[in-house]
Nanobody
Framework: QVQLVESGGGLVQPGGSLRLSCVAS????????MGWYRQAPGKQREFAAA???????IYADSVKGRFTISRDPAKNTGYLQINSLKPEDTAAYYC??????????WGQGTQVTVSS
């Protein structure tokens, strides 16, 4: 059973930074890609960023230049560095992984709230 556990969310002031972590129960080299999605209250879950097994990164236009996704296979962990946070970044952030056969895995989410 693959498990993904996110951490690192919290309350931060506008302009601040956070680093979210996603620890997998298996080697992340078993995944074709890892990604982060977010869901704001009353809105659909949306894609934020992804990183492939070959470390190719993909970002939503809304986060380019402020979000950085990375992964550390030695720690079975993926990361999302979020800088210059805005109130509109307030959302639950979910880690996602895609297996080699297309299986989708999700974490339970971590809340990010941007407010002064």
């Amino acid at each position: 059973q693959v498990q993904l556990v996110e951490s690192g969310g919290g309350l931060v002031q506008p302009g601040g930074s956070l680093r979210l972590s996603c620890v997998a129960s298996v080697s992340i080299n078993d995944f074709d890609s890892m990604g982060w999605y977010r869901q704001a209250p009353g809105k659909q879950r949306e894609f934020a960023a992804a990183v492939t097994r070959r470390d190719r990164t993909i970002y939503a236009d809304s986060v380019k230049g402020r979000f950085t996704i990375s992964r550390d296979p030695a720690k079975n962990t993926g990361y999302l560095q979020i800088n210059s946070l805005k109130p509109e970044d307030t959302a639950a952030y979910y880690c996602n992984a895609v297996g080699w056969s297309g299986q989708l895995y999700w974490g339970q989410g971590t809340q990010v709230t941007v407010s002064s």
